[in-house]
């Protein structure tokens, strides 16, 4: 630690505190992530594992850079790259008044982030705007792996109670174990007090999905009918600014059927991002 000098405090978890600090021999900028270790843990925390572990693999300039790991009897310290911000600051920042352009440039990076970890069998499980760093040079970064599985040959089951509930998908939320890569909104689109209220909520805005649109939905542990309200309220009229072509792209990725939601690789190959000029 005696490498590294702390500057400001940045964010602050149930275990973990951030720490915006410089490295004293070449004066760059990290983020120093510690995590408390309790006095009768005889181990490192589950998650603080995973992170690293899964992190020291994933080498892609829309992933959290992970530089160092340093442990005492008291705290284990992550060194990251960087990062001046999260999305969601930025957002609120913005008051709602987004640039396009931005805004097509953050989705693809994002996808492109989240297409490189499941094509290295990982799924991050907790996708929200508070996870998506960006730097000075408007760079996005998936962060916070905590929650993160790898999946693969034999298929396990992982808990249901993932993802942050505005983002969580009918199927998790009905109580699915088995499954691998999400597609959540960037947004509360969905901001439920709690799981029913959750369902109902995407169900008004996509409509109550039936057997033969979504096979086998009635046998997921917790599934139950939501009656689909005859007010039913389409994405035209919830996003009136977006055009066809940006409607059809988020169809795709909020299709509450699974096996019917198009991959993060398949989503960067849609007409939205055709004539992007990067910024």
Sequence with gaps: MQ??????????GTCWTLFKAKNRGTCEIVGLKWVRLDDDAEDVPSSALR???????????????LHDILHSNEKLTLVFEFCDQDVKKYFDRCNGDLD????????????KGLGFCHSRNVVHRDLKPQNLLM?????????DFG?????????????????????????VLFGAKLYSTLANAGWPLFPGNDVDEQLMRI????GM?????????????????????????????????LNATRRDLLQNLLTCNP???ISAEEALQHPYFSNFCPL
Excluded at 101 to 111: D, G
Aim: with cysteine; proline share 10%; glycine share 4%.
């Design 3 to 12: 490498k590294y000098k702390k500057l400001e405090k940045i964010g602050e």
């Design 51 to 65: 992170e690293f572990c899964l992190l020291k693999e994933l080498k892609h300039k829309n992933v959290i850079r």
């Design 147 to 171: 929650p993160t599985r790898a999946f693969g040959i034999p298929i396990r089951c992982y808990s249901a109670g993932v993802v942050t509930l505005w983002y969580r998908p009918p199927d």
């Design 209 to 241: 999905t039936t057997e033969e649109q979504w096979p086998s939905t009635t046998k997921l542990p917790d599934y139950k009918p939501y009656p689909v309200h005859p007010d039913t309220t389409s994405l035209v009229n919830v996003m009136p600014k």
């Design 203 to 206: 169900f008004r805005l996509l």
């Design 135 to 143: 730097n000075r040079n408007g760079e996005l970064k998936l962060a």
């Design 259 to 261: 096996v019917q939601c």
């Design 100 to 111: 396009p352009e931005i805004v097509k440039s953050f989705l693809l990076q994002l996808l």
